[in-house]
């Protein structure tokens, strides 16, 4: 008899901020670079903190890089790309700014970790982060 272990990881919870310690990775919308592959594409890059308990005693910080609007294979809408630009829309549903009563509650599935052992261009060595594929609305 085969063993098959499936290691699946969900996080849920409401959504306390988008800003960063680091500038750069905001939760924002940003179009490519005139040198990248698919130049002038838009995309939604950055960090997505989530507090998974009432009294804000963890916050998950997960990173997103590169969602964009549809799937380039199958041509469909991205709907983490729509979570994300319906966050980033209506601050006053971010815990930090609106309160947990306003606070987006969002289900972040599908993730890696990633482990950076490099220096960053702004000098700061980047340690472990999530890395996650899909975030969903629970209300």
Known sequence: MKKTLCNEEKIEG???SIESNNEWNNLSVRKTKSNSKNPGEENIFGELNVAVDE???YVIV???TYVTPVYKKSGKENSTYTTFKKIIEN???IWIKGGKENAFKVSCAGFSIAINDFIAGNGSKDGMQLEMKMVLFLS
């Open 91 to 93: 601050p006053g549903r």
């Open 55 to 57: 009294d804000v005693l």
């Open 14 to 16: 409401y959504v306390y």
């Open 62 to 64: 997960i990173h997103y």
